[in-house]
């Protein structure tokens, strides 16, 4: 099969033909033969495909609100060719059978690379490792490890997973939130949680986190990941520890990139999620931290919720907010069109280095001739409104609806397989792997 | 005006045309037949999430005065833990017949979830929401405010040119919260005192003027001095160190009592601590309103009742 891509814009530069051959990019410039199926891409923007580092994919133990064949979809409709699936499963994703499970059941959906997150201790209990070295000797080979949606909190056991994690050139990827500072914490502490009389959730309680672990990743000679980074504080220390030459990485969420604390005045739960939202100057702070590299890379930290979790008080809310359709048009609209980086940083950011973090392999030459066929075809002239029709997975709890947003993923092509032609998702049966 | 749910959302006409009503209230309950027919036919479901004997009590009697039928849903804790929703547990009671939802709630913002969410047609009443807001709890203290210091000439008039001291737990406290939204929509002007680890954080367009302690408070001659019930839990969570302290520092006493102009008055939500936040001579004193304020409270949910029926014909 062979899949002929004609004048897309190359992340955002020159106008080029690209030439898919199975599952590698054969070629690209200008192409005059023909090909089994040809694109149009004239007007478009073709970005190598999407990795997101941060996906709840909620299988198994939640298919209520997600699937990993829908979170797939839903990541293909979103451009991403390869995803990362938290290991907050129930079961938790503490065993290489259960990384092998997620990771093959992702496989036979054939949307997009699952790539399983093992979690750092036993069932999450932040107490006893998980079985690190089983699950990155696996078929899976996971080299990702995080306990995420909780913090390793203990100072001890961090160490040790940081050194246990390095033997095997993993990576833990820390949810930064200390414990105590943030006991039934439900939204930013501040002027909207003072007046809203809600328990807060203090930047502090994040910041002290990344200080003391970029510290500890420095002592033992670790690498470390930092998700979903939400303070001008964080970004501070981490621009710090870079300096410094502490190995550390850093993500951003598209809804911290745009959503401030304003949005929870009037008690909606469609905007509770941990880390909260923060402040207008926050938003601006991490916006120029990815501009400036402090922070490496967007990743979703899509967590889909079943309605009855959302339809309900504030309190009672489940934290967390898809985001896997929305994350390009929030990308665009909130570092392209404003100003702080262009489309190749775009390629870098949501999808170089986020495979780069997770060790997935085919990302490292974006576009060029004799790389994995893995590309995501951008209309970015055309805008929006945001609603939720737009999402493929099981829930519905984007925050974005009614914002008008910018772009519209037209193609995305997996490892040479077209799993959204024209705009629309392709039906499973026609990606589906045996 | 369909709900009642915050102080915030409560415009200084509407809140004075309220406090006005209340006026006619305290005449209904001082006539022989203490009843107005307004509410007959009409039921009134007092629905408390969480133990308030008083609030929920002086709401039936408002109730009863107005002449509505009154149902009482008490569920300490949560129905949650039965399985069953908030959304549901309301809807359910409206099938029932509710026309007003009384709602207390440990839980902040519930109150106004329900009223935004159209879960129910029914007139929300907003009896206290967690830590957020108890609009008739600061209805009622603005009334006694203004019933004590203008007298006679209170009817139509706002609270302006009145200096009121809110002391203590004020990080805690929905009395606080909807007191300091409404007196300064009234004309007032509002002290608070506390440690810095009873004050919520980032409330520099609150408004108010923050002091130190009772003190300082004092020191600016405030016409009400409006003393905090103050949990002592808050002590094993570091919040003070202990009661003697906190008494030391934002208690009530006769001797702070006796460095007020003697006009000013001294205000309780209840249930008092006495000895904590308030002695209990200073509680006794003439200058203290606690037992009005509850016999006001009466007045003003009659008031709010009144109000929403006869907005919503």
């Known amino acids: ?434 | 005006m369909k709900n009642l749910v915050s102080t915030r959302d409560l415009e200084a006409g509407r809140a004075i045309a309220l406090l006005d009503t209340a006026i006619d209230m305290v005449d209904v309950r001082s006539r022989d037949v203490k009843k107005l027919p307004t509410l007959r036919g009409k039921t009134v479901a007092n629905v408390f999430f969480e133990d308030s004997t008083r609030t929920r009590l002086s709401f039936e009697a408002a109730a009863l005065a107005l002449s509505a039928d009154v149902t009482t849903f008490t569920a300490p804790g949560s129905s949650v833990s039965k399985g069953e929703s908030l959304k549901d547990t309301l809807q359910t009671l409206e099938a029932m017949g509710a026309d007003f939802i009384v709602l207390r709630h440990s839980h902040s913002g519930v109150a106004a979830t329900v009223a935004n969410n159209g879960w129910v047609d029914a007139h929300i009443i907003n009896a206290g929401d967690g830590t957020h807001e108890h609009p008739t709890q600061a209805l009622l203290d603005a009334f006694t405010m203004r019933s004590r210091l203008l007298g006679d000439a209170a009817r139509g008039n706002n609270l302006s040119g009145i200096k009121v001291a809110i002391v203590g737990d004020i990080l805690h406290s929905r009395v606080a919260r909807s007191n300091a939204l409404l007196l300064q929509k009234l004309g007032a002007s509002v002290t608070l005192a506390a440690p810095q680890t009873l004050l919520p954080r980032a409330i520099d367009n609150w408004g108010v003027t923050v002091v130190t302690t009772i003190d300082d408070a004092i020191d600016t001659a405030p016409d009400v001095v409006m003393t905090l019930r103050v949990q002592k839990e808050r002590m094993s969570s570091g919040f003070f160190p202990s009661e003697s302290e906190f008494s030391a520092l934002w208690g009530m006493n006769d001797a702070r009592l006796s460095r007020l102009p003697p006009t000013s008055i001294v205000m309780h939500p209840g249930p008092m601590n006495r000895g904590l936040e308030i002695s209990g001579s200073v509680a006794d004193s003439p200058q203290s309103t606690v037992t009005e304020q509850v016999a006001n409270g009466v007045a003003i949910r009659m008031a709010v009742l009144y109000t929403l029926m006869g907005d919503s014909r």
């Open chain 1, 1 to 434: 099969m062979t899949i002929l891509i004609r004048g897309a814009s190359l992340m955002g530069g020159d106008t080029s033909d690209i030439l898919v051959d199975g599952d590698i990019i054969r070629e690209v410039g200008r192409i005059s033969s023909s090909a089994d199926r040809v694109i149009d891409a004239h007007g478009l923007i073709a970005l190598p495909g999407l990795v997101d580092l941060h996906s709840h994919l909620r299988e198994p133990g939640g298919e209520g609100s997600e699937t990993i064949l829908s979170g797939s979809r839903a990541a293909a409709a979103g451009g991403f060719t390869a995803v990362h699936a938290m290991a907050n499963t129930s079961p938790v994703a503490d065993t290489a059978e259960l990384v092998e499970l997620v990771a093959e059941r992702g496989r036979l959906a054939g949307y997009v690379e699952v790539r399983p997150v093992g979690a750092v201790t036993k069932n999450l209990g932040g107490e006893q490792l998980a079985d690190i070295g089983g699950m990155a000797r696996s078929a899976a080979a996971v080299t990702v490890f995080s306990d995420d949606g909780r913090c390793v909190g203990d100072a001890l056991l961090m160490r040790r997973a940081l050194e246990y994690v390095s033997t095997f050139g993993g990576v833990i990827a820390q949810h930064s939130q200390d414990p105590r500072l943030t006991e039934d914490a439900v939204i930013n502490e501040g002027r909207v949680s003072s007046e809203l009389g809600l328990r807060g959730w203090p930047s502090v309680a994040e910041e002290s986190i990344i200080a003391r672990d970029v510290l500890l990743a420095e002592y033992v000679g670790a690498r470390l990941h930092v998700c979903h980074v939400s303070t001008a504080g964080s970004a501070d220390v981490i621009r710090w520890a870079k300096k410094r030459g502490i190995r550390v990485t850093a993500e951003v969420t598209p809804h911290h990139l745009l959503l401030t604390e304003d949005r929870a005045l009037a008690y909606d739960p469609l905007f509770k999620v941990n880390p909260p939202l923060r402040t207008a100057a926050d938003v601006e702070e991490l916006r120029r931290a990815v501009a400036d590299g402090t922070i490496d890379v967007v990743a979703t930290d899509h967590a889909p919720h079943a309605s009855a979790s959302k339809d309900c008080t504030w309190h009672d809310a489940s934290f967390g907010m898809v985001g896997l359709e929305s994350a390009l048009s929030v990308v665009q609209h909130a570092l392209v069109d404003a100003g702080h980086i262009s489309w190749s940083d775009v390629a870098r950011i949501l999808s170089v280095v986020p495979a780069e973090i997770g060790k997935v392999g085919g990302y490292d030459a974006p576009l060029e001739a004799g790389s994995k066929a893995n590309i995501t075809l951008v209309d970015s002239s055309h805008t929006s409104v945001w609603d939720a029709s737009r999402l493929h997975g099981r829930s519905t709890n984007s925050p974005f609806a009614e914002i008008s947003l910018p772009g519209r993923i037209m193609s995305t092509i997996f490892n040479g397989t077209e799993t959204v032609i024209d705009g629309t998702v392709v039906a499973p049966e026609l990606v589906r792997k045996t």
